[in-house]
């Protein structure tokens, strides 16, 4: 007669807890966690993971239940013995007996596997004795083994979702990565009867217009219909700032995190909503760091990556191979090795990449120019171009030259590019009832207050003029609203490029200087109420700073960024410079972070550094001291860029007041330039 404790229900509530043991293990904890510790290559959202891991582990569980519950006597007892080893040692593995592997860490340079004898065999011990354990408490605990194996799987299980907790808690940037995309879906297509198009150039100012203006008077004649602004006022210094003002209205402030502030920008009522009820076609061709998720639902060429079918094959494929290799031992690890670069090739072919505008041309060309459509009454169409931004590669006939050219051909080349897409409009007879603006992300003068503007309205055929009408960039969304309605007050400033023509000369308008270094990052907003826009005639208002001003404790294990959210920057006293959104570089000879921590554990020895590198300026010497005393020492070469500033900071070297002065210093510079350029950092224990 069948044991008590083998029956069909024993076996199933026995089997089903060492299958969700191995489950979690494997099939969730495993590749959750090493999405939220973080890999910049992983270009897909957290959210997207979720599906995949959820519908995986469910089958997985599954399956591995009915295999360990079915079998009965000995094989269900060796089966489920062997299974909570497996999982045992993959939890181990995973947790706390990984090592580094060098510069071959899925980096695309094979590892020196050859080199690592001495580990593998103390790593496969480890299995061993993991595989070995609940068949020897079998043997010792007849009568109470598997109380113990299903304790210790509960135990373990409770240990994942804690860690997972806290790591969610401490990398939340990890949850906030946008999951969209920018394609290039429906790039040249307009429609047959409406058109807005909408071209913004980096760095356009208006002197620089001006200068092309001179060089090129038959321009007024090819911009017939157009009226060209002289006394326009930019929303913000650079197109962090700028951009997402002009596109929906909205002010960045340090004193919220980047992404958050883009998130919320795009929940907003704005001009897309409008556009979108009046059943126009909205395409915006620029960074996809400039759109919320919200913007999926507004704007016709931004995807959601996670409800796509294929994205859900490539992440499940790619994260469970990087899974495997993470989990399983020494000796099979060179089955599952990849290079973390291969997640970017599983991009949409389709993503548009901003600044490539010779490719921009090119494909316009192939594209046989514009098509025109009547699946829709009306478009709009927004290209973010490269304008007059650094470096200058773009020649006279918009073709790509590597060696370099001038700003004066960069800009011949921006123009050539404009002037071919509005002749194709004029060929087709679609100019007239196009509306077009030529404008820019912001100048490049003083505090770089002063874009270029061009606006064309539809049914316009009047010769080129000027207006010197007080105009900001910030009435760009009431204007694209004003293409399809006239309640367009809540948009925006409510006042549209052509309301602004009929406003008083002191009208008020704002702008917002991205400025600062180190902790001293911030947003200053300036105001004017006179048509003057000079840098004199701009009167600081309010100074907006990184996290309010404040600088909070340091919690061990948090990962803080160098990026457009600048967490990292309220720790930097001196030698960081000003971030551009995707990175901030020392650049200075020696360079200082003080960061008071939260708490630290006691009886730890050493705490460990991570500095994630995006490029290296100069090969030189860094030497890092933790509160006066040297922790690293070595020179920044490619190694360094490709696996990071690693070092041990000890923790007897911390006073009472936990703070770490961290000084990065470069004995063989004389004077200051760019030096390294960081985008993470994260101080944590074993």
């Not at 089997?15 to 992983?42: C, Q, R």
């Not at 995986?56 to 519950?69: E, H, N, Q, Y």
């Not at 494929?317 to 599983?346: C, E, G, I």
């Not at 023509?501 to 180190?518: A, D, I, M, Q």
């Amino acid at each position: 007669m069948e044991d008590k404790h083998l029956s069909v229900k024993h076996r199933f509530a026995f089997g089903a807890l060492v299958a969700a043991f191995f489950a979690s293990t494997l099939l969730v904890y495993g590749p959750l966690s090493l999405y939220v510790n973080g890999n910049d290559e992983m270009w897909f959202s957290f959210r997207s993971l979720l599906s995949p891991v959820i519908l995986v582990a469910l089958i997985g569980f599954t399956v591995m239940t009915v295999l360990l519950s079915l079998p009965k006597g000995g094989i269900h007892k060796i089966l489920c013995c062997l299974i909570f080893g497996v999982s045992l040692g993959l939890y181990i593995q995973c947790g706390f007996f990984n090592i580094s592997y060098g510069s071959g860490v899925l980096d695309g340079s094979q590892i020196a596997w050859k080199d690592y004898t001495t580990y593998g065999a103390i790593d496969s011990a480890m299995w061993a004795a993991c595989i070995a354990l609940p068949f020897a408490l079998y043997m010792v605990f007849k009568r109470s083994w598997r109380h113990i194996l299903m304790v210790t799987a509960v135990f373990l299980m409770l240990m994942q979702v804690g860690g997972l907790a806290v790591n969610l808690y401490q990398n939340q940037n990890s949850l906030n990565k946008l999951s969209h995309e920018v394609t290039v879906d429906g790039m040249y297509e307009l429609s047959d009867t409406d058109n807005t198009l909408v071209f913004i150039l980096g760095s356009m100012d208006k002197s620089y217009y001006d200068s092309y203006k001179e060089s090129h008077p038959e321009i007024e004649e090819q911009l017939k219909g157009f009226t060209e602004y002289e006394n326009v006022l930019g929303t913000g210094s650079d197109s962090l700032v700028s951009v997402p003002s002009m596109l929906t209205g909205e002010v960045y402030k340090k004193e919220t995190k980047y992404t958050r502030f883009i998130d919320n920008a795009w929940n907003t009522y704005n001009a897309y909503d409008v556009l979108d009820k009046n059943g126009v076609d909205t395409r915006i061709y620029s960074d996809d760091k400039y759109f919320g998720n919200a913007a999926v639902r507004k704007v016709e060429n931004i995807a959601d990556r996670a409800q796509d079918s294929e994205a859900y094959q490539v992440i499940g494929n790619t994260m469970y191979r990087y899974t495997m290799y993470n989990a399983v031992p020494h000796y099979l690890k060179q089955l599952f090795w990849m290079s973390l670069n291969d997640y970017s090739s599983f991009k949409s072919n389709s993503t548009y990449t901003p600044g490539n505008d010779d490719k921009f041309y090119a494909d316009f060309e192939s594209n046989g120019g514009f098509t025109y459509t009547d699946d829709y009454d009306a478009a709009v169409r927004i290209y973010d171009l490269k304008g007059a931004e650094r470096p200058y590669r773009l020649t006279a006939t918009a073709e790509k030259d590597t060696d370099g050219t001038s700003l004066d051909e960069q800009i011949e080349g921006e123009f050539y590019i404009i002037l071919q897409m509005i002749d194709d409009l004029k060929e087709n007879g679609k100019f007239d009832n196009a509306r077009i603006i030529i404008t820019a992300d912001n100048g490049d003068k003083e505090i770089n207050q002063r874009p270029v503007l061009l606006y064309k309205d539809k049914g316009s055929k009047e010769a080129y003029k000027t207006s010197t009408a007080p105009v900001s960039l910030f009435d760009l969304p009431a204007t694209l609203a004003s293409t399809v309605t006239d309640d367009y007050k809540d948009i925006g400033t409510g006042v549209s490029f052509k309301d602004a023509e009929k406003s008083p000369w002191n009208r008020r308008r704002f702008f917002y200087l991205n400025t600062g270094s180190n902790a001293e990052s911030r947003i200053e907003e300036y105001k004017t109420n006179s048509p003057a826009i000079g840098k004199d005639e701009l009167k600081l208002v309010k100074s907006y700073y990184i996290n309010g001003g404040k600088i909070d404790n340091y919690i061990l294990g948090t990962e803080l960024t160098f990026t457009e959210d600048e967490t990292a920057a309220i720790y930097c006293k001196d030698g960081f410079g000003h971030t551009n959104g995707w990175r901030t570089i020392i650049n200075a000879t020696s360079a200082t972070m003080e960061i008071p921590i939260e708490d630290i554990p006691e009886n730890i020895e050493d705490m460990h550094a991570y500095f994630n590198v995006l490029n290296i300026y100069e090969e030189t010497q860094c030497v890092i001291s933790a509160n006066g005393e040297e922790v690293y020492s070595g020179r920044l070469t490619s190694d360094v860029r490709a696996n990071g500033l690693n070092f041990l900071i000890p923790a007897d070297v911390i006073g009472r007041d936990k703070t770490v002065t961290l000084t990065f210093s470069f004995p063989e510079l004389s004077e200051d330039t760019d030096v390294i350029a960081l985008t993470s950092f994260k101080i944590y224990t074993q």
